[in-house]
């Protein structure tokens, strides 16, 4: 990407007319104007608001009236902040059962690359991903059925089964809550994560499988001698896009535990929100939108220098 | 040659599991509550496809605003990045590579961290409640990833057609609306799925801007749609369905593209 040196632009190779310079510095003007409108959306709606966020964390905001200056202070309030804290050991928790659950897409993927006709493989795959098609809304609310108490799917199929003691109000109670919203997507096969591992286990060349078979290397050795040395440049990618990722979690808690009960599913996002919206306490909501824009921030810079310094990481062919 | 039915049938399990809820769902959207309550596992005659015409009744403001909210984003957001990609990409001027850093810069921001500046903003500009004030924060996104995906593009479009226009006697602006604009459909495409994607998707904003129900988009919309409808799970089901349907649709025909869409997405994927 980037300079694509070569391309030589603007002046026409026809008319390389006296008075260059001349012709050089309206076109200059032209590409400035037809830049204009898009600079001002971004500075009216994306820096200005972005900076804005960071002047007003240190202020007492208030909207439309007196707002005072008041240095650190949201900022202290912020480490005092338990809820706020305890947010971000969920995080912690979301994030490491995410990537534990990778096992499973990476097994499914592992699995399609196995199946010889490419058509069954087009046909699993496909239905494997069908989820993704689905608006996360909708994917939260069917979930949060499956959880209901009385009508949901998972307490019929305990009862059903024999089990009615297991029965839980899996949402309502703080000890189940979280699992429950860890569990939202079960099996996790619809996602980036399998998307990437089929992509790049598809991109081994045949031959490298061919020759371990040939020398006698079974399934289970070939997995981790070749297939997942083959993926750790994508993995190490995951990895961080997942950490990322896990920083903006919030609908889901929205929609299927509102961060309850008692704050058992409290992600960073909706404590950002309630503050503003229900404690109207925009200095302080301002306070924590800014950390999580500067812990995003840094680990963005990591992933975009880690791909920049590894031009091969999406086509495996490359390392040939 | 075997058949491998263990590998096949290990994958179906996957595709079952995977899939169940949503199975579930299309089976009760077609039940009364009567059938739901005696019925719960299996699929049951008669058919309530009424259901469907109950849920459309409730969740169509919801779709009518989404589409709305979708086209006028997709316009606006092609207009700006095409025209910004194609001066960024066969222009050379001063701070060129310096006004593409500070676009591109803009893809490590997330939406969320600018989501209550942004709407203290938009309720000093009294534009809460209003098409405005959801279309801008799509378009202002959608502008970054958009440039970025114009130029990349445009830049692999072989100078030679550009030259050869020039010569007889094309200027900027035809060469943008003869040349440029019919072979950058592609992309055009790819940009306009990756904002439905994200109006369908988008949830906080509208839920926070929005209070009017004929302007709730389909997202938020399903919500409150559940509180109306009580416990008839048939229509419920049946408007979660409706409401999934545009992006069904378009992951059916254009899954590349779609898929496209999710990868593109990603931070320092360009």
């Known amino acids: ?320 | 040659m075997s058949r491998q039915w263990g590998i096949k049938t290990a994958l179906s399990v996957l595709v079952f599991v995977s899939l169940f809820p949503y199975l579930f769902m299309l089976t009760t959207s077609l039940k009364d509550n009567l059938q739901f309550a005696e019925n719960y596992w299996v699929p049951t005659l008669p058919f309530h496809w009424e259901n469907y015409s109950a849920a459309w009744e409730q969740i169509r403001p919801y779709m009518v605003a989404s589409v709305v909210v979708a086209a006028a984003a997709i316009v606006l957001i092609i207009a700006f990045s095409l025209v910004a990609g194609f001066v960024l990409a066969r222009y050379s001027f001063p701070g060129r590579t310096f006004f593409f850093v500070m676009i591109a810069a803009l893809m490590m921001v997330p939406s969320i961290s600018s989501l209550i500046p942004l709407f203290v903003m938009m309720r000093d500009f009294e534009l809460l409640n209003t098409y405005p004030v959801l279309i801008i924060p799509h378009v202002a996104g959608g502008v970054v990833i958009g440039t970025i995906l114009m130029k990349t593009f445009i830049e692999g479009i072989p100078q030679e057609l550009f030259d050869a226009a020039r010569v007889d006697g094309a200027g900027g602006v035809r060469l943008f609306l003869s040349i440029m604009t019919p072979l950058s459909l592609p992309v055009i495409g790819t940009v306009a799925l990756i904002t439905i994607n994200g109006v369908w998707n988008d949830f906080f904003w509208p839920l926070l801007t929005i209070t009017e129900n004929e302007l709730r988009t389909v997202s938020v919309g399903l919500l409150f749609f559940q509180g109306q409808s009580g416990t008839e799970y048939g229509p419920m089901f049946a408007g979660y369905l409706l409401a999934s349907v545009p992006l069904l649709v378009l992951f059916t025909f254009l899954s590349k593209y779609f898929l496209a869409g999710v990868q593109g997405g990603l931070p320092g994927s360009h």
């Open chain 1, 1 to 320: 990407m980037a300079t694509t040196a070569g391309t030589p632009v603007a002046a026409p190779p026809a008319e390389a007319p006296p008075g260059g310079p001349r012709r050089r510095a309206r076109i200059s003007w032209a590409a400035y104007l037809a830049l204009l409108p898009l600079l001002v959306v971004l500075a009216l709606f994306q820096y200005y608001p972005a900076l804005n966020g960071i002047v007003r964390s240190f202020w007492d905001w208030n909207p439309g009236q007196v707002s005072t200056f008041v240095g650190l202070d949201n900022y202290a309030k912020m480490m005092d902040d338990a809820i706020w804290w305890r947010s971000f050991r969920n995080l912690g928790y979301i994030f490491v059962f995410g990537v534990v659950s990778w096992v499973i897409p990476l097994v499914a993927a592992e699995l399609l690359i196995t199946l010889r006709s490419q058509r069954a493989q087009f046909v699993y795959r496909t239905l494997l991903i069908v989820p993704m098609a689905f608006p996360g809304v909708v994917t939260a609310l069917v979930w949060s059925f499956m959880y209901h108490p009385n009508n949901g799917v998972i307490n019929r199929a305990l009862t059903a089964i024999g089990l009615e003691s297991w029965t839980q109000n899996w949402v309502g109670d703080p000890s189940y809550a979280l699992w429950s919203l860890l569990f939202i997507g079960f099996p996790f096969i619809a996602g980036l994560p399998f998307l990437i591992f089929y992509s790049t286990l598809q991109n081994i060349p045949r031959e490298i499988f061919e020759a371990a078979a040939l020398d006698g290397v079974g399934r289970i050795r070939r997995f981790w001698t070749i297939d997942l040395p083959l993926m750790a440049r994508q993995v190490r990618l995951l990895f961080f896009l997942a950490v990322i990722g896990t920083l903006q979690y919030g609908f889901m808690a929205y929609i299927v535990t509102s961060g309850g009960p008692d704050n058992s599913t409290m992600v960073p996002v909706l404590r950002m929100i309630n503050v503003a919206f229900q404690g109207q306490d925009w200095g302080y909501a301002a306070t924590l939108s800014t950390t999580l824009f500067v812990f995003t921030l840094v680990l963005s810079a990591v992933v975009v220098f880690v791909r920049r310094s590894d031009p091969a990481s999406t086509n495996v062919r490359g390392l040939r």
